[in-house]
């Protein structure tokens, strides 16, 4: 089984970065694909972006598209966010989740999440 904690949310300025953390634990984390996902006020979760479990493989939302980079390093256990030029609207919850295998941008396809981490971008 695995487990996921998100780290490295905060405020910063429209314009700005911010690189988002998820450490898994488990043995078997390099055969999982994983996903980003972000919950605003009042709004369902959307998806963000999704990488193949080798890393080959990513997919991410118009929305952030150009602007939001993710990775992974499977020797540490590690699935990354980079989030460039951010705007106000990218003010959410960012949680990662984690799927056997293939990627999906389908949010009721993934079974393991993190608790979430706050993102806010000030105007």
């Known amino acids: 089984q695995v487990q996921l904690v998100e780290s490295g949310g905060g405020l910063v300025q429209a314009g700005g970065s911010l690189r988002l953390s998820c450490a898994a634990s488990g043995r078997t984390f390099s055969s999982y694909a994983m996903g980003w996902f972000r919950q605003a006020p009042g709004k369902e979760r959307e998806f963000v972006a999704t990488?193949?479990?080798?890393?080959?493989?990513?997919s991410y939302a118009d929305s952030v598209k150009g602007r939001f980079t993710i990775s992974r390093d499977n020797a540490e256990n590690t699935v990354y966010l980079q989030m460039n030029s951010l705007k106000p609207e990218d003010t959410a919850v960012y949680y990662c989740a984690a799927r056997p295998l293939r990627t999906s941008t389908n949010r009721y396809d993934y079974g393991l999440w993190g608790q979430g981490t706050q993102v806010t971008v000030s105007s």
């Open positions: 990488i193949r479990w080798s890393g080959g493989s990513t």
